[in-house]
């Protein structure tokens, strides 16, 4: 009769909680995470949401309405970073979170979109030039990514991205989509797959693009009104005329291509210039050695190692 409350306590023993007064027990405390780090990531879930509704949208034939979310989502793409940054909340978490968000938004969705509008047509090479959008545009993703870390880039090589950059492809490669939503005819869906392939090219590409990340820190103070009734013309020329803007918008960015890649050529000529222009110090010379620092005073209540 006494084994069973003996077995009990065993096994009660086994599963207790351990006790944090006991000596050798080391409570686990989380850091609490401030807020500021917490927006810019609440900004990209909601870009990522975007995305997926413009999928289930695309499903639902609802066109001109996926179309406008993956525009909010490229517009949220644009915002979290810079806010992050305005914010001093950026992380390592909030960097990786917007390259998935970037891969879902902007090379899935319009790759499916294009599927489901015209290249479903081709039957297996349409489905097949989706796929290699959305590859490119994750290609595209993780060399950027890369390329954060290089030590050896220049710094005015930070004016330029390497490729098409994900948000720009995915708004430039649903041109079709918007001169067909201008009343033109539908394009041949042959000619959809060639332009497909060479916006996904761009992006997997070693052309110089322009970035925007480095222009408008500084505004001068009479500009700034003019830019609010600039953006603010913008916006409304958006709403009420979408697809005539996003054509404009989009044929503008094309043709700016070659600008930017003679931008690239002419700031690497000024470069090598400058370098090879530098004066060199004569080999007979030593250069002087610099001034041995003093010790720091000893305080007798730190460390010998701190000081």
Known sequence: MAVQPARGYIRLMIFSPPDPERPGVRRRRFRAIPVRTLVPNLITLLALCAGLTAIRLAFEQKLEWALAAIVFAAFLDGVDGRIARALKGTSKFGAELDSLADFVNFGC?????????????????GWIAAMVFAICGGLRLARFNVMIDDPNRPAWAGNFFTGVPAPAGALVGLLPIYIHLLGAPKIAATLTLLYTLAIAFLMVSRLPVFSGKRVGKRVPTELVLPMFVLAVLFVALLIAYPWWVLTIGSICYLAALPLSYMSYQEQERKAAAGATAEPVAPASEPPAAPPRPRPPAEEPDRPARLN
């Open 109 to 125: 969705t319009p790759g499916l979109i294009l599927y489901l509008w015209g290249l479903h047509e081709l039957g297996n090479v």
